[in-house]
């Protein structure tokens, strides 16, 4: 479903990403590791066109999405989870999630957005219990969760997520774990950067990014 051929980042002079080729399949559970600074967010941010100057093929079922801006490849399906999770702290967990669902057109999705909220807010009880406070009261882990639920309110195809287990509580992990295994035994197509080690295990694939460049390209 996705297929990326020949791409290439730079931060000004600076080559972050070089000639990384990668597909990932319908349903696919994918993981990136690499050390820090190996380019694994630039690859995501890549993928998702916001990332620094690139160049390279990315094809999304079956079309040429490297031109898109990003609102047009989260429109056909691709979801992204930045590490930095980028709420609106000031906003609580109900807006933060009725916002994604009023700002995504969510073209592939089968239910409406109280359909999808309640799933969602199944799939994170700890969410469910704090829908009125604002995202600047929660803690790491909680808002890590919020933004992957904030995006799964979009109804992605395929979810991108930057250390989706990293810096959170041990039974956050353990919970964040689970709901990704659970979205993706119902057919998720994900793409994930860790170096924990967490979702690795699981993973159809394993990839290795080491100062840009991907171990092989498949
Ligand atoms: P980490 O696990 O620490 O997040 P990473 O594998 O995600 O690392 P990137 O953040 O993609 O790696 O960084 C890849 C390379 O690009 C590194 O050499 C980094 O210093 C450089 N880089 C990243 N962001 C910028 C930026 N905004 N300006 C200049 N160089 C950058």
């Excluded at 969510?106 to 829908?131: K, V």
């Excluded at 933004?147 to 250390?163: I, S, V, Y």
């Excluded at 964040?176 to 035994?185: G, K, T, V």
Aim: overall charge neutral; some cysteine.
């Amino acid at each position: 479903m996705l297929a990326v051929e020949g791409l290439n980042a730079w931060y000004g002079p600076a080559q972050a990403l070089f000639n990384v080729s990668l597909s990932v399949g319908e349903g696919e559970l994918l993981v990136i590791q690499g050390l820090n600074g190996a380019g694994k967010s630039t690859l995501l941010q890549s993928l998702i066109g916001i990332g620094p100057r690139a160049h390279g093929r990315i094809h999304w079922q079956g079309q040429a999405i490297h031109s898109w801006p990003a609102h047009r490849r989260a429109q056909a399906g691709l979801g992204f989870v930045a590490e930095d999770r980028r709420l609106f702290t000031g906003l609580s967990v109900k807006e933060n999630l009725w916002i994604a669902a009023a700002s995504a057109a969510a073209p592939g999705a089968r239910d409406t957005p109280a359909q999808r909220c309640e799933r969602i807010l199944a799939l994170f009880p700890q969410l469910q219990s704090m829908l009125h406070r604002p995202a600047s009261q929660m803690s790491g882990g909680e808002q890590q969760m919020l933004a992957l639920a904030r995006t799964l309110m979009t109804a992605p195809r395929l979810l991108l997520l930057d250390e989706p287990c990293e810096g959170i509580s041990p039974v956050l992990v353990m919970a964040m774990r689970d709901a990704l295994l659970q979205l993706a035994s119902e057919g998720v197509a994900m793409l994930v950067a860790e170096q924990n080690n967490i979702l690795a295990r699981h993973a159809q694939r394993v990839l290795t990014l080491t100062s840009g460049h991907m171990d092989a390209a498949v």
